[in-house]
């Protein structure tokens, strides 16, 4: 069974930047595909970013040329870097991994983007 452990999320100001990091254990990291979600209050939970096991990368339009996702496989780590981040960016970010019909999800870190 997947576990994940994000980090990273804290409060910012409008156009900063802040690197969000998802640790997996108790799988063989590098055959999952790994995605960022968020969730605003009130709204649903969107997919932000995924990274796929051969590292193609697809990305929301929301977030196109300001996100970039990334992962290390000897860390078992999947990275968000956010630049240039605006108020709509708030919200809880999630790491999914999903191989099959495995599929895992963390608890999730709050991004707050406010002046």
């Known amino acids: 069974q997947v576990q994940l452990v994000e980090s990273g999320g804290e409060l910012v100001q409008p156009g900063g930047s802040l690197r969000l990091s998802c640790v997996a254990s108790?799988?063989?990291?590098?055959?999952?595909?790994m995605s960022w979600y968020r969730q605003a209050p009130g709204k649903q939970r969107e997919l932000v970013a995924t990274?796929?096991?051969?590292?193609?990368?697809s990305y929301a339009d929301s977030v196109k040329g300001r996100f970039t996702i990334s992962r290390d496989n000897a860390k078992n780590t999947v990275y968000l870097q956010m630049n240039r981040l605006k108020p709509e960016d708030t919200a809880v970010y999630y790491c999914?991994?999903?191989?099959?019909?495995?599929?895992?999800w963390g608890q999730g870190t709050q991004v707050t983007v406010s002046s």
């Open positions: 999914n991994a999903r191989y099959g019909h495995y599929e895992g």
């Open positions: 108790g799988v063989i990291f590098s055959r999952y595909a």
């Open positions: 990274i796929t096991s051969g590292s193609s990368t």
